[in-house]
C-alpha cells in the first residue's frame, strides 16, 4: 500500500530558531500534499496545500512566511516552521493521495514539535 | 457552522455492542467521505471511504452515507478493547478543495470496556 514517509518524529527546538520536517512518498508519485497541524486534543487543522513545481496554497490564518513549504520534486515536500515560539509546538503531519481522482489521503507519522 | 461536526463523546460501549459514530457537513459539493482511526499521538489511518448514497460495509465496518441529509455515519459491530481510539470523519472541501483536500471533524473519543 501507499506509504508516506515523515521524518523526523520528533524534534525539540529552542525559541526563535527554524525546523525543517521533510514528507516523502515512498512508492508512487505525489504533486500535491497536504500539511496538517493537530494540537492536543484537538482534530487535525489543514494548514497548506503544497503543490509540485508551484508556490503551496495556504489557508487562511496561516502565515506563509513563518511556514516555509516547499514542493521539489514529485516524492518530497518539505515544511520548514521560521522562528519558532513555543505557541508552535504541535503535532506536524502530511498526507498525500496514492492515486488520482478520488483518492484518500495517506499519512506521515508525524512530527512532534516541542520549542522551548 | 463548522464544515464537519462530530460529537466528541467520549462513546462508551460494552465489548461485543455495536458502536454508531455519526458526523454531519456542511458543504454540500462534498463527494469523497472518510473514517480514520486515531490513536493517541499517532497519525490517522484510513477505516473506510465511501462516495454514494447507501451503505458500504468491509469487515467489522459499515459506513452510510445521506447526501441530501448532509450526513454520514459509521458503524462498527463486535466492539473490541483494540477498537478504542479517535474516530475522525474527513469531507473533501466541494467548492475548490477538488478530491483530495479534506477537512476533518473534531473526532468522536471511542471506549470499548470489557
Known amino acids: 500500500g501507499a506509504v508516506v514517509s515523515q521524518h523526523p518524529s520528533w524534534v525539540i527546538c529552542k525559541s526563535g530558531t527554524s525546523v525543517k520536517i521533510e514528507c516523502r512518498s515512498l512508492d508512487f508519485q505525489a504533486t500535491t500534499m497536504f500539511w496538517y497541524r493537530q494540537f492536543p486534543k484537538q482534530s487535525l487543522m489543514l494548514m497548506a496545500t503544497?503543490?509540485?513545481?508551484?508556490?503551496?496554497?495556504?489557508e487562511q490564518g496561516v502565515e506563509k512566511d513563518k511556514f516555509l513549504i516547499n514542493h521539489a520534486s514529485l516524492t518530497l515536500s518539505t515544511l520548514t516552521v521560521t522562528s519558532a515560539h513555543p505557541e508552535d509546538s504541535s503535532f506536524y503531519i502530511c498526507?498525500?493521495?496514492?492515486?488520482?481522482?478520488?483518492?484518500?489521503?495517506?499519512f506521515g507519522n508525524g512530527t512532534r514539535l516541542t520549542v522551548t | 457552522q463548522k464544515e464537519v461536526e462530530q460529537n466528541s463523546g467520549p462513546l462508551s460501549v460494552p465489548e461485543g455492542a455495536i458502536a454508531s459514530l455519526n458526523c454531519t457537513y456542511s458543504?454540500?459539493?462534498?463527494?469523497?467521505f472518510f473514517w480514520y482511526r486515531q490513536y493517541s499521538g499517532k497519525s490517522p489511518e484510513l477505516i473506510m471511504s465511501?462516495?454514494?448514497?447507501g451503505d458500504k460495509e468491509d469487515g467489522r465496518f459499515t459506513a452510510q452515507l445521506n447526501k441530501a441529509s448532509q450526513y454520514v455515519s459509521l458503524l462498527i459491530r463486535d466492539s473490541q478493547p483494540s477498537d478504542s481510539a479517535t474516530y475522525l470523519c474527513a469531507v473533501n472541501r466541494g467548492r475548490s478543495g477538488g478530491y483530495n483536500k479534506l477537512i476533518f471533524g473534531a473526532g468522536t473519543r471511542l471506549a470499548v470496556h470489557p
Open positions: 503544497s503543490n509540485e513545481g508551484s508556490k503551496a496554497t495556504y
Open positions: 458543504d454540500r459539493g462534498s463527494q469523497s
Open positions: 498526507s498525500a493521495p496514492a492515486g488520482q481522482g478520488r483518492s484518500p489521503l495517506h
Open positions: 465511501i462516495y454514494s448514497n
